[in-house]
């Protein structure tokens, strides 16, 4: 398993976005997935291990929504780089 750095988790949070804005009719759900994305590329820490010592939802913007995912594209990365959601 690889583990994927901030710039990849970000890319893919705005990816998940993306696909709720088609689907959604709450446009605050994608938003809020894009505020995380911004959240996560421009932090000073290791996302890793933010993740790994559970202080990842004391980053602003980061709640039960959105943590649970983040720590889902950390750990469940495949050796082909594909992330299984």
Do not use: W
Not at 23 to 42: H, L, M, V, W, Y
């Amino acid at each position: 398993m690889i583990a994927m750095d901030k710039y990849q988790v970000a890319r893919m949070l705005d990816e998940i976005a993306h696909y709720i804005q088609l689907g959604e009719t709450n446009p605050f759900k994608s938003r809020a997935f894009e505020r995380a994305a911004r959240r996560i590329e421009t932090l000073d820490r290791d996302l890793a291990e933010l993740v790994s010592s559970g202080e990842l939802y004391s980053i602003s913007g980061i709640g039960k929504g959105i943590g649970p995912v983040e720590r889902r594209l950390m750990h469940r990365v495949t050796v082909n780089g594909t992330v299984p959601i």
